[in-house]
Structure formats: C-alpha cells, structure tokens
Nanobody, 115 residues
Framework: QVHLVESGGGLVQPGGSLRLSCRASGSTFGISSMGWYRQAPGNQREQVARIIRDGTTNYADSVKGRFTIARDNDKNTVYLQMNSLKPEDTAVYYC?????????WGQGTQVTVSS
C-alpha cells in the first residue's frame, strides 16, 4: 500500500501562486510515476501534470507554462508549483501515484482562486 498526504492548498487571488506538496509513504519502492489531478464541482477529475521516475513530465494544455511539477525521489515527495492562477483553476487537487499497475490517491486539497 502507498499512502499519500497532500498539503499546500488554500485561497489565493487571481494571478497569485501556490505550491502543493504530496508525500508518499508505505510501499514506495516501485512507484513509477506521480501526478496531480483536479476536480471542480460538476466536472470530471482531470490530470493536471505527471512526472515519471526518470524526470519526464507532461502537463494538461490548460496549465502549460504556468504549473511546474517536480519530484524529490529521496523524500518520496512530489510538488506542484502553480503560478498565474486563474479562477478556473479552482478545484480539489489530488495527488496520484502509480505503482505496479495500481493507482493510489491522496485525500485531496482545496485550491480556490478568487478575489
């Protein structure tokens, strides 16, 4: 089992920044990739960014150039730096880990972008 704990959400004004963190514990050996998803009310959960163990990253088109995903393998932690935030970025953000074909999820952290 992999246990994921997110932190760093909150309320921010449009144009502001936030950094989300997600620490993995438990059976972390074999995690091949980690990512961030988000879900706004009435919408499906969507992938925002993902980082493979070798450092390869990919992003949703809606966040390219604004969000950056990074990973500290020694700390089993993944980060999401979010800049130039927009009201449409408001959602619950979930951390995800893929390990040997199994998906693991954090409990989610709320990000609200509003003036």
């Amino acid at each position: 089992q992999v246990h994921l704990v997110e932190s760093g959400g909150g309320l921010v004004q449009p144009g502001g920044s936030l950094r989300l963190s997600c620490r993995a514990s438990g059976s972390t050996f074999g995690i091949s990739s980690m990512g961030w998803y988000r879900q706004a009310p009435g919408n499906q959960r969507e992938q925002v960014a993902r980082i493979i163990r070798d450092g390869t990253t990919n992003y949703a088109d809606s966040v390219k150039g604004r969000f950056t995903i990074a990973r500290d393998n020694d700390k089993n932690t993944v980060y999401l730096q979010m800049n130039s935030l927009k009201p449409e970025d408001t959602a619950v953000y979930y951390c995800n880990a893929l390990r040997i074909g199994m998906n693991y999820w954090g409990q989610g952290t709320q990000v609200t972008v509003s003036s």
